[in-house]
Structure formats: structure tokens, C-alpha cells
T-cell receptor, first 112, second 112 residues
């Protein structure tokens, strides 16, 4: 099974409210990634877990949190959503560094 | 970090013709260059990749070329079919880090 699952597929949030997105994989991959994708823009890496070690990108360091309670699950947490957070959020996982990343279907977040 | 430019943003071709998408990167230490295909409503899927020890790779109607001197790589789809219509993303790894930098994507439209 090479499936990466994401929940929910669609999320509506109010400005200033928290948002929690979930990703799971059963491939025993050591690395899990979160990307933000906006129209006409490249998928932007937000953060990734290598095993239990969280790496956050410098320019989004304070905006996103994450947890990985076990190898299969990884969450993306926004403490206070702003309009600019409206985007597609893609989760991916890989066994061996950046190689052969498997993507989930994404969560479309709309902040009103 | 790495920067990846991808062109064109939209590509329209006739069924049976070939299609080419070009990407450039900045970091000469990058050594892994994957291509992802994303169909509407689906998750991005890895279709072909090339590492820096190769200049050319071919699989099932897809050809990837890598020119390390020019820091350029390209995807060529031969004998395009309507099923090839999708968004295509190129990417390059950020050498030394467990991550990929993506291009903005190319929408390929194959008309019958």
C-alpha cells in the first residue's frame, strides 16, 4: 500500500481560529513532509519530520507547528489562521530522504 | 537554498506530437531531479526521476535529460495522448538536506 492519507479533504476555518490537519501513511517511511500549494505557485515546503526530528523552514518557522506521535501520523497545526493561509496543504512521505516522495490528496483549507 | 524555474506554465499540443518542459536550478550541488504528474483532483505522482550521475533516462514514453553544466533538466513526452493532460512539476533536491524545491508547474493540454 503506497497510500498517503489526509484528513479532512476540505476545511473551512475562521480567521483567528486554530486549524489541525492530519496525515498518515503505512509504508514505514522515516520522513514526512508538509507543503503549502497556492494557485500558480510552486508547492512550498513548510516543514518535515525525519524520524522524530522536526525541521521547519526559516520563513514559516513561527506560523506552523507539527507533531508526529508515531511513525505513521503527522499533523500540521496553525494556531491562529489568517486569510493568507487559504491554500492546498499537501502531505508527503519518503523512505530515503527527498527521493521518491509519495503525496497525499491534499487538504484544501479556506479561511474566512 | 535551491531555486527552481519551470517553463512553460501552459503547454498545448496535438495528440501524437511531443511535449517538452524545461527546468533550471541554481545549486550546483543538487543531485536529484524528479518529475511529478498531478491530474485534477488527484495527488502528485512521481513519474520519472534522474540523478546527477546520468545525462539521460527513459521510461514508457518519457525522457528526462540533465545538463549539469547548464544546470538545466527537461522532460520530454513522446507521442502525447489525452491522458497525458495534467499538471507537471519538476523539482531538485537541496543537497545536504532532506528536501525538494519544486517548480511552479506546467499545465499540459493534449487535444485530440
Amino acid at each position: 500500500d503506497t497510500t498517503v492519507k489526509q484528513n479532512p479533504r476540505y476545511k473551512l476555518a475562521r480567521v483567528g481560529k486554530p486549524v489541525n490537519l492530519i496525515c498518515s501513511q503505512t509504508m514505514n517511511h522515516d520522513t514526512m513532509y508538509w507543503y503549502q500549494k497556492k494557485p500558480n505557485q510552486a508547492p512550498k515546503l513548510l516543514l518535515f519530520y525525519y524520524d522524530k526530528i522536526l525541521n521547519r523552514e526559516a520563513d514559516t518557522f513561527e506560523k506552523f507547528q507539527s507533531s508526529r506521535p508515531n511513525n505513521s501520523f503527522c499533523s500540521l497545526y496553525i494556531g491562529s489562521a489568517g486569510l493568507e493561509y487559504s491554500a492546498m496543504y499537501l502531505c508527503a512521505s519518503s523512505r530515503d530522504g527527498p527521493y521518491e516522495q509519495y503525496f497525499g490528496p491534499g487538504t484544501r483549507l479556506t479561511v474566512l | 537554498g535551491e531555486q527552481v524555474e519551470q517553463l512553460p506554465s501552459i503547454l498545448r499540443v496535438q495528440e501524437g506530437s511531443s511535449a517538452s518542459i524545461n527546468c533550471t536550478y541554481e545549486n550546483s550541488a543538487s543531485n536529484y531531479f524528479p518529475w511529478y504528474k498531478q491530474e485534477p483532483g488527484e495527488n502528485p505522482k512521481l513519474i520519472i526521476d534522474i540523478r546527477s550521475n546520468m545525462e539521460r533516462k527513459q521510461t514508457q514514453g518519457l525522457i528526462v535529460l540533465l545538463d549539469k553544466k547548464a544546470k538545466r533538466f527537461s522532460l520530454h513526452i513522446t507521442d502525447t495522448q489525452p491522458g497525458d493532460s495534467a499538471m507537471y512539476f519538476c523539482a531538485a533536491n537541496d543537497s545536504g538536506y532532506n528536501k525538494l524545491t519544486f517548480g511552479k508547474g506546467t499545465v499540459l493540454l493534449v487535444s485530440p
